[in-house]
């Protein structure tokens, strides 16, 4: 009997992962496509499957960011940095984002944070730099 439960919940597993990966692909390629609203979609069900799939969030901000939707842009990046501190691309979203906020404490210590773990974006760096640098000696 045990070992038909074991069998059967690793089953669920396995089927909600790949239902989590499926949504996940489709939500990408309606965000590819520019259909974001199917996206949004695809993504809340890549969600529900899976609710630390981190990349599902970062695809949502991303479309709330096009819709101009700086609260739930905000939200959901915000939750894929808390869900994976090193993500990247949430990293680099959040610095601009923080920028854009005049938020100079924050931004230095993002940018010290991906500094640490940058792979992809090493070339951002000193752009944000010299972008908080700019804001410092605008509020001076």
């Known amino acids: 009997m045990k070992k038909i439960v ?12 790949f239902a989590s990966n499926k949504h996940f692909e489709d939500g ?13 979609l695809s993504l809340y069900q890549s969600i529900i499957f899976n609710p630390h799939d981190v990349n599902a969030y970062i695809y949502l901000a991303k479309i709330f960011h096009y819709e101009e939707n700086e609260i739930e842009y905000e939200k959901y990046l915000n939750i894929a940095l ?4 090193t993500n990247e691309e949430a990293l680099v979203m959040q610095i601009d984002l923080r920028i854009k906020q005049s938020d100079i404490n924050q931004s230095n210590e993002l940018i010290e944070k991906l500094k640490l773990v940058c792979q992809k974006h090493c070339s951002k760096l000193a752009n944000f730099k010299s972008r908080v640098s700019d804001l410092s000696l605008e509020k001076n």
């Open 6 to 17: 074991f069998v059967l919940f690793f089953s669920l597993m396995a089927s909600a992962a």
């Open 28 to 40: 990408k390629k309606f965000f590819n496509s520019k259909k974001y609203d199917k996206s949004k």
């Open 82 to 85: 808390d869900l994976d501190p």
